[in-house]
């Protein structure tokens, strides 16, 4: 069974900082992982989408890789800004019953971006 | 429409009560999943439709949980004899369909059922 990891669950640090958002998972069989932001009480936004073919995808002050023969990919924010603020999921989709099989989610971190 | 679209955006029902939440994909996918997310708690699947297969219903937590897919697009998710537990968002996806490339989701902006 897939399980995605998440850690650590909460996260504060000063604006203009660099940071790295960390995501493993333990069954390397997906056709991508992807990234999303959440606001409280609002619905799931959609980052970033590397498919298992890919090391690395890049949107703004956004950058995800993927290591996928070690569960592994990072979410890289740079120069944050309290607009930054927001929980953050990965979530990956696996092989293991089909293309279209579900997402496993993990649990999230919660980015708290102080001005 | 531009986005997923998912109706009530809040629900209060009493306990014991039917409850129908609805989604509405982007045009044109083909894929259509619904989760749960409790608070303090991960996403939980639930059901995933494609196409014309049969649903996979494989995260529907008890049998009073059922959804549909009426003519490939709008989805309706039933909750009846509804309990406390119930208590949750409930949030809608969609994808452009089969492939990996093909497999990039899109949310809604959920509901938000209360039972009291």
């Known amino acids: 069974k897939q399980e995605v990891t998440q850690i650590p669950a909460a996260l504060s640090v000063p604006e203009g900082e660099n940071l790295v958002l960390n995501c493993s998972f333990t069954?390397?069989?997906?056709?991508?992982l992807q990234w999303f932001r959440q606001d409280p009480g609002k619905g799931l936004t959609s980052l970033l989408l590397i498919q298992s073919s890919q090391r690395e995808q890049t949107s703004g002050r956004l950058n995800a890789s993927l290591d996928k023969s070690s569960g592994r990919s990072t979410l890289y924010i740079a120069a944050s800004q309290p607009g930054d603020s927001a929980t953050y999921l990965c979530?990956?989709?696996?092989?293991?019953?089909?293309?279209?099989?579900?997402?496993?989610f993990g649990k999230g971190i919660t980015l708290s971006v102080r001005p | 429409g531009a986005g997923v679209s998912q109706s009530p955006s809040n629900k209060v029902t009493e306990k014991g009560k039917d409850v129908e939440l609805r989604c509405d994909p982007i045009s044109g996918h083909t894929a259509l999943y619904w989760y749960r997310q409790s608070l303090g708690q991960g996403l939980e699947f639930l059901i995933y439709?494609?196409?014309?297969?049969?649903?996979?219903k494989s995260g529907l937590p008890s049998d009073r949980f059922s959804a549909e897919r009426t003519g490939g697009s709008v989805s309706t998710l039933t909750i009846q004899r509804t309990q406390q537990e119930d208590s949750a968002v409930y949030l809608c996806?969609?994808?452009?369909?089969?492939?990996?490339?093909?497999?990039?989701?899109?949310f809604g902006q959920g509901t938000r059922l209360t039972v009291v």
């Open positions: 979530a990956v989709r696996g092989m293991r019953t089909g293309a279209n099989s579900k997402l496993t």
């Open positions: 996806a969609s994808s452009l369909g089969t492939g990996p490339m093909n497999t990039e989701a899109f």
């Open positions: 069954d390397s069989a997906i056709y991508n």
């Open positions: 439709f494609q196409g014309n297969s049969a649903p996979d």
